[in-house]
């Protein structure tokens, strides 16, 4: 398939066969198989990176009381943070971010299986944390870092120093950043002995893994439909805040699946 022909509209796409939508179809498939083993390659080398032990105690204020770094564990050895942009003062959460949190309680007891735990960082104060937290109904850990280093020692936080200067460091390069806060996801492991090690972070586009709504707008005929936005995400709202939407159509009581199918 030539990747160069612009991608047709929905108003003039190509309507053909089915012996010509399936070849063009195991054309494509090919390329996917070919994409998922380089990602399946890519994912093995990211968890060849090598480790930088965590010497620094960082303490954070959760639901629970104050909890260190290896608290987030909950008992296990992988640990994944969301760098959840809520700063102190705001009103809200980023509604980016808030697109993100809004995947993960129910994948959270999916990776608990796996040894992994799932937790939210911010800088705001907890009491401002557990307001948004409790309107947007989540369930998942979500401590504050406020007053620790912890989100500018992992490059999700600006000073006014830093900012004043037009360019802040992140995702691994000084560059111009309109926010104070940044999104970022940072992944950590903890051995027998306690010890915390930081494996792996990714920033800007890197963060869409935890965005799996994403995947299913990647499959669909307008795909993303983010073109003519004036930024990737603008049409995203928290989800409190989208239209009403029709209530989905009741399935009678009695019926099981199988009998719906019937």
Request: glycine share 6%; hydrophobic share 40%; net charge negative.
């Amino acid at each position: 398939m030539n990747t160069d022909i612009a991608e047709p509209s929905i108003a003039n796409h190509p309507v053909v066969s089915r012996d010509r939508w399936l070849a063009e179809r195991r054309m494509l498939l090919a390329r996917e198989k070919a994409l998922t083993r380089l990602s399946d390659e890519l994912a093995r080398d990211r968890r060849a990176l090598p480790w930088v032990r965590i010497e620094k105690r960082y303490v954070f204020d959760g639901p629970t009381g104050q909890c260190t770094l290896a608290d987030l564990f909950e008992g296990r050895s992988q640990l994944v943070v969301q760098h959840f942009m809520l700063g102190p003062g705001w009103e809200e959460g980023c509604k980016s971010c808030s697109f993100m949190a809004d995947h993960a309680d129910g994948a959270r007891p999916h990776l608990a299986q796996r040894d992994l735990t799932l937790a939210a960082v911010s800088r705001a104060p907890l009491a401002e944390i557990e307001r948004f937290r409790h309107r947007m109904g989540w369930q998942f850990n979500w401590v504050s870092s406020h007053g620790s280093d912890f989100n500018h020692d992992f490059g999700v936080s600006f000073t006014p120093g830093q900012m004043a200067t037009g360019k802040v460091d992140y995702n691994y390069a000084m560059q111009a950043f309109p926010a104070e806060e940044a999104p970022g996801i940072s992944v950590f492991y903890k051995d027998d002995a306690n010890a915390v090690f930081h494996t792996y972070s990714t920033y800007g586009r890197g963060v869409e893994l935890m965005m799996g709504a994403y995947d299913f707008l990647d499959l669909a005929p307008k795909g993303r439909d983010e073109d003519g936005l004036a930024h990737t995400m603008e049409w995203v709202r928290h989800h409190d805040r989208y239209p009403q939407q029709p209530a989905p159509l009741a399935v009678p009581a009695a019926a099981t699946c199988c009998q719906a199918q019937a």
